[in-house]
């Protein structure tokens, strides 16, 4: 097939979206025709037609995503057995949503005088009529359109959205490569900078905020001096958080290893994972630490995707207040001083992860294209 993909960052250090869409780019470019149309890529994968897509300016965000919405429409409406769009745009046979609706953010816990309130607020508000209109024709149903949630616990909240819909969501969850090998941690500390000595904990966003590096930092200054942390993703806010962790006294514990495109030797170097999510529709850098047989402390399954398939324990260990320092202090705290619960969650995680592979989710893409293309 000839399959034309929507992703306005297509890099694998975008983030979770960016990197679930080069994953499965990867995957089908083995067998088909794939063209990527963006705003800013890095050409990540091999063979595949990378096409530039007209950018204005970057903010106003919303202006951007209309812009955005436009040009891909004009240069992906003809010549495609089928167009996947990862992005808030009305083009797109197979839309896969990755974060709650804006609907839902709006409306989903208003009623009565309230709501009208909201929807006046709507009324007032270009960037919002813009993102709904595009959010709305993402979510409309008809014989050749496909909508893809990247866990239950998105697709939950986009039926409350849009209740339409229930029942005509696909789930298709991020997958994940096992590694072979991994190199050696005193290596990858030492490539990265970091100290050979003491107990590495590992945070990896490019939203700082909303997953829950404000509380980590409180925590880590609970812990150990031995203990530091290590944080990869956007560097943007990096000036921010190191004024915050020198105003706790931890500054000389924190390390920012900004956007990395390969991850592995992050998890290599590390001793856990926290990630103490305010919100996460599922969270893949959890499930590809674990892939690389990391413990981890993530956010429960009200905050987090992912963790409705977790059992406490078991594979990994589940917070009940992700903004709860003391909480979050002592997980990270028994994983490191317990060598036999980190074994037990190492193995329990690594087994997780088997059971998600990328192949699993390129074919159920496949059988969604050929649907649509059939149409």
């Known amino acids: 097939m000839r399959i034309a993909v929507i992703s306005r960052h297509f890099s694998r250090a975008g983030g979770g979206a960016e990197s679930y869409a080069v994953a ?22 091999q063979g595949v037609s990378y096409h530039k897509v007209f950018s204005l300016f970057e903010k106003p965000r919303w202006i951007n995503q209309l812009v955005f919405a436009v040009f891909t429409w004009r240069q992906t409406r003809r010549g495609f057995d089928a167009v996947h769009s990862h992005e808030n745009t009305w083009q797109g046979h197979v839309q896969t949503i990755h974060v709650r609706p804006v609907r839902h953010n709006l409306f989903f816990t208003f009623s009565g005088v309230h709501r009208i309130f909201r929807w006046v607020k709507v009324a007032l508000s270009p960037r919002l009529i813009t993102y709904l209109v595009l959010e709305g024709s993402r979510f409309r149903l008809c014989p050749t359109h496909r909508i893809v949630a990247t866990s239950n616990h998105l697709r939950q909240e986009c039926e409350e959205a849009y ?18 090998d991994l190199p050696g941690q005193a290596d990858t500390r030492r490539a990265l900078g970091l100290p050979l000595d003491g107990r590495m904990v590992l945070f990896i966003a490019n939203d700082y905020a909303r997953k829950g590096l404000d509380t980590l930092l409180e925590a880590l200054r609970a812990m150990p001096p031995s203990v530091f ?38 998890y290599a170097a590390a001793d856990c994972l926290a990630h103490p999510t305010l919100e996460d529709s599922f969270a893949m850098v959890v499930l590809e630490a674990m892939a690389h047989g990391l413990p981890v402390v993530v956010s429960g399954p009200n905050q987090c995707g992912i963790s409705r398939q977790l059992t406490h324990g078991a594979n990994a260990l589940l917070l009940s207040d992700p903004k709860n320092e003391q909480e979050l202090a002592g997980q990270i705290g028994a994983i490191l001083d317990s060598r036999d619960l980190a074994q037990h969650l190492r193995q329990g995680g690594i087994a997780f992860a088997q059971h998600h592979s990328w192949e699993s989710a390129v074919l159920q893409y496949e059988q969604l294209f050929s649907q649509v293309a059939a149409k």
């Open 24 to 45: 499965l780019v990867q995957g089908l470019a083995s067998r088909h025709e794939v063209h990527v149309f963006s705003q800013t890529s890095n050409h990540p994968i």
């Open 163 to 180: 209740p339409g819909c229930t029942g005509k969501i696909k789930v298709v969850t991020p997958g994940v490569n096992i590694p072979l």
């Open 229 to 266: 942390l290590a944080v990869a993703g956007n560097p943007n806010a990096a000036r921010k958080y190191r004024l915050q962790a020198q105003e706790l006294g931890i500054e000389n514990r924190v390390y920012f290893l900004g956007s990395l495109e390969d991850l592995s030797p992050a």
